[in-house]
C-alpha cells in the first residue's frame, strides 16, 4: 500500500510507530504512507515510571505515578480536588471571587470586553491540511488513473486510511485547535492583563498542549492523562458558570465563527470520544488488508489502544473513588465513646487512653469499596432523625446528619466530587457533616428483617426494616428501626444489604480454605 501523506509540512512521517508494546504516534493530523514499515522513535515521555508513593490497586496494576507520568503529573497529583487540606480549599486569589459592587463593578466588566475586543484568533483555514479534511478519496484521486479491476481491494484499503487521516484532520482543526486558540490562549491572554487570574487552566484543560502538538510519548498515554481530569474538569467549569465575568468571557469565545456553534463542554469532551474511535478505525483498516503481515500489524496497534482505554476506564474507577473517599473523610465525623453512649463513664484524666482509629484509616480507598449510599429516617423512642447509611464491602456505617445553614458560604463548591450523591454535596455546601451514630456494622455481624406494615401502622411507620447488630456469640448488641421513602427504596436497600453479606462471606470462606490449603512450612527450617 503505497499512499502519499499529507501534513502541515508535508515531512513523510508516519502517524504510529511502534516501539516494543508500546504504541507511539507521531503528530496529530498524519497518516502511515505504509503501514507496513512502522518505525522506531526515541520517547523522552517515560522519564518517571513510578512515583515514590507506592498504593496497590488490587486486580489493576496501577500506580500514582502511572496515572499520570507526563510533565504535568506532579501538579495532577496535588491537585486541589485530590489533596482535601485546609490551605487547598482557599482559592489562590480570594478578591477575585467577591467581586466588585456597584460602580467598579460595571467599570471591571466594561474593561473586561474591551480587553476581549483586542483579541486576535488565527484563521485555521491557514493550515495546509484544511482543504482536504472534507474531501473523499475520490475526489483525491479522481486526477490520476483508475485503479484497475484487480486492484480494487487496494482501493477499499486506502479509504478506509484516507477515512482515519480526514477524521483526525477534523478533530485537529475543528476541536482541538478550538479548544487551544480560542478558550485556553484568550484566557492566558486574560490573565496576562489581570482578568480571571483566579480561574485555573490545568482544572479546565488539562495537558491539552500535549494533545495539539507533537506528542512526546504514546498517543494513548496523552489522552490517558486528559481523559482522568476530564470529569474534575466538567464540574469546575460549572461552578465558573456562576461568575459574570467568567461567563462574559464565555460567551465571547462561544460565538466565535470557527466554533462552528459548539459550546465549550460539547468541545471539552472531544478527546474522550476521540479515543474510543481509534480502535474501530483500525479495525476497518484491517478488515480491508490482504496483506497477512500487515493485517497481523494492524491488529496488534488495535489491540493495544483497546488495552489503553480497559486501563484508563479502571484508572477513571480508581481516582474516582479515591476522591470520593478523601470527601467523605471530610464529611464524615467519628465522635468519642463517651459521647456515642452516655453509659460509659470517663473522667476526663483517662480520655487520652481511648484514642480511636483515625477515620482515615478506617475509610482508606485502598482498603475497602462503597457499593451503596442513601438517605432514611431512624425511628427512636422519641422522635424520627434523618440518618445517611453507608454500605461498604465489610460494613455498614450509619451516621446523622448535620446541617450547618447558618455557616456563611460553606466549602467551595468547585471542590465537591462530582460523583457525592445530591444528598452529600448539599450537606457540603452548608458546612453540615455526616455524625456516626455507632459503631461500624461488619457484614458478617449484620441481619437485616422485612417488618409488616401491619405491625408498624400503629406507630406511623412504613416502608420499614430492621437493622440488627449481633456480637459472636449471636446477641443482638444495637438495632435499628429504618424507614425509606417508598416500598421500592426498601426493597432495593434490603437486596444491596443481603448482596453485600453473600459476598462478604464467601470472601471470607475463601480466606479461610486457602490458608488451609497453604504448604506448610518444614519444622527443619
Given at each position: 500500500?503505497?499512499?502519499?501523506?499529507?501534513?502541515?509540512?508535508?515531512?513523510?512521517?508516519?502517524?504510529?510507530?511502534?516501539?516494543?508494546?508500546?504504541?507511539?504516534?507521531?503528530?496529530?493530523?498524519?497518516?502511515?504512507?505504509?503501514?507496513?514499515?512502522?518505525?522506531?522513535?526515541?520517547?523522552?515521555?517515560?522519564?518517571?515510571?513510578?512515583?515514590?508513593?507506592?498504593?496497590?490497586?488490587?486486580?489493576?496494576?496501577?500506580?500514582?505515578?502511572?496515572?499520570?507520568?507526563?510533565?504535568?503529573?506532579?501538579?495532577?497529583?496535588?491537585?486541589?480536588?485530590?489533596?482535601?487540606?485546609?490551605?487547598?480549599?482557599?482559592?489562590?486569589?480570594?478578591?477575585?471571587?467577591?467581586?466588585?459592587?456597584?460602580?467598579?463593578?460595571?467599570?471591571?466588566?466594561?474593561?473586561?470586553?474591551?480587553?476581549?475586543?483586542?483579541?486576535?484568533?488565527?484563521?485555521?483555514?491557514?493550515?495546509?491540511?484544511?482543504?482536504?479534511?472534507?474531501?473523499?478519496?475520490?475526489?483525491?484521486?479522481?486526477?490520476?488513473?483508475?485503479?484497475?479491476?484487480?486492484?480494487?481491494?487496494?482501493?477499499?484499503?486506502?479509504?478506509?486510511?484516507?477515512?482515519?487521516?480526514?477524521?483526525?484532520?477534523?478533530?485537529?482543526?475543528?476541536?482541538?485547535?478550538?479548544?487551544?486558540?480560542?478558550?485556553?490562549?484568550?484566557?492566558?491572554?486574560?490573565?496576562?492583563?489581570?482578568?480571571?487570574?483566579?480561574v485555573d487552566l490545568w482544572r479546565l484543560f488539562a495537558n491539552l498542549e500535549e494533545l495539539s502538538q507533537y506528542f512526546r510519548g504514546s498517543l494513548c498515554q496523552s489522552h490517558q492523562i486528559y481523559c482522568l481530569n476530564y470529569s474534575a474538569a466538567v464540574f469546575y467549569l460549572e461552578s465558573l458558570r456562576q461568575?459574570?465575568?467568567?461567563?462574559?468571557?464565555?460567551?465571547?469565545?462561544?460565538q466565535n465563527e470557527q466554533c462552528r456553534r459548539l459550546h465549550l463542554p460539547e468541545l471539552l469532551v472531544a478527546p474522550l470520544h476521540r479515543l474510543t474511535r481509534y480502535p474501530l478505525l483500525l479495525k476497518n483498516i484491517w478488515k480491508r488488508s490482504t496483506d497477512s503481515t500487515e493485517k497481523i500489524m494492524i491488529y496488534s496497534i488495535k489491540e493495544k489502544v483497546e488495552k489503553s482505554i480497559r486501563d484508563l476506564?479502571?484508572?477513571?474507577?480508581?481516582l474516582d473513588n479515591f476522591q470520593k473517599f478523601r470527601h467523605l473523610q471530610e464529611i464524615i465525623v467519628w465522635p468519642?465513646?463517651?459521647?456515642?453512649?452516655?453509659?460509659?463513664?470517663?473522667?476526663?484524666?483517662?480520655?487520652?487512653?481511648?484514642?480511636?482509629?483515625?477515620?482515615?484509616?478506617?475509610?482508606?480507598?485502598?482498603?475497602?469499596?462503597?457499593?451503596?449510599?442513601?438517605?432514611?429516617?431512624?425511628a427512636e423512642s422519641t422522635r424520627f432523625l434523618d440518618v445517611y447509611l453507608f454500605l461498604f464491602d465489610d460494613f455498614l456505617l450509619v451516621t446523622k446528619t448535620k446541617r450547618n445553614k447558618k455557616k456563611v458560604g460553606g466549602s467551595?463548591?468547585?471542590?465537591?466530587?462530582?460523583?457525592?450523591?445530591?444528598?452529600?454535596?448539599?450537606?457540603?455546601?452548608?458546612?453540615?457533616?455526616?455524625?456516626?451514630?455507632?459503631?461500624?456494622?461488619?457484614?458478617?455481624?449484620?441481619?437485616v428483617k422485612s417488618i409488616d406494615p401491619l405491625h408498624m401502622s400503629a406507630f406511623g411507620l412504613r416502608n420499614a426494616f430492621l437493622i440488627q447488630h449481633e456480637n459472636r456469640y449471636q446477641q443482638c448488641i444495637a438495632a435499628f428501626l429504618l424507614q425509606a421513602q417508598t416500598e421500592n427504596i426498601k426493597k432495593t436497600w434490603m437486596t444491596q444489604i443481603t448482596s453485600a453479606i453473600s459476598c462478604f462471606i464467601k470472601r471470607q470462606e475463601t480466606k479461610k480454605i486457602s490458608l488451609f490449603t497453604s504448604p506448610v512450612e518444614s519444622s527443619e527450617i
Open positions: 500500500m503505497d499512499l502519499q501523506i499529507f501534513s502541515r509540512r508535508q515531512k513523510k512521517e508516519p502517524f504510529w510507530y511502534q516501539k516494543g508494546d508500546k504504541i507511539i504516534p507521531a503528530t496529530m493530523g498524519l497518516v502511515p504512507s505504509d503501514l507496513t514499515s512502522l518505525g522506531q522513535r526515541n520517547s523522552g515521555f517515560y522519564e518517571r515510571r513510578r512515583s515514590s508513593v507506592v498504593l496497590n490497586l488490587p486486580g489493576l496494576e496501577v500506580f500514582p505515578g502511572d496515572l499520570l507520568v507526563s510533565d504535568g503529573a506532579a501538579d495532577y497529583l496535588c491537585h486541589p480536588l485530590l489533596l482535601l487540606n485546609s490551605e487547598s480549599k482557599k482559592p489562590r486569589w480570594p478578591f477575585s471571587k467577591r467581586g466588585v459592587q456597584g460602580k467598579d463593578k460595571h467599570k471591571h466588566i466594561s474593561d473586561l470586553e474591551n480587553c476581549l475586543s483586542s483579541v486576535k484568533i488565527t484563521e485555521f483555514r491557514d493550515y495546509e491540511f484544511h482543504s482536504l479534511k472534507d474531501k473523499t478519496w475520490n475526489e483525491v484521486v479522481e486526477t490520476h488513473q483508475k485503479l484497475p479491476v484487480d486492484q480494487l481491494d487496494l482501493r477499499k484499503q486506502q479509504e478506509a486510511v484516507w477515512e482515519l487521516f480526514t477524521s483526525e484532520c477534523t478533530y485537529f482543526l475543528d476541536h482541538l485547535l478550538v479548544l487551544k486558540m480560542i478558550f485556553m490562549n484568550t484566557l492566558k491572554y486574560l490573565q496576562t492583563h489581570e482578568y480571571l487570574l483566579d461568575r459574570n465575568d467568567f461567563g462574559i468571557y464565555l460567551k465571547w469565545c462561544e476506564e479502571g484508572k477513571v474507577k480508581w468519642p465513646l463517651w459521647d456515642r453512649d452516655k453509659r460509659f463513664f470517663i473522667p476526663e484524666c483517662l480520655k487520652h487512653i481511648f484514642k480511636e482509629h483515625m477515620a482515615e484509616s478506617i475509610l482508606s480507598p485502598t482498603n475497602r469499596h462503597l457499593l451503596y449510599e442513601g438517605k432514611l429516617t431512624l467551595d463548591s468547585s471542590l465537591i466530587c462530582h460523583s457525592l450523591t445530591p444528598e452529600l454535596q448539599t450537606v457540603i455546601k452548608e458546612g453540615g457533616s455526616c455524625t456516626v451514630l455507632d459503631q461500624p456494622i461488619p457484614l458478617d455481624r449484620l441481619v
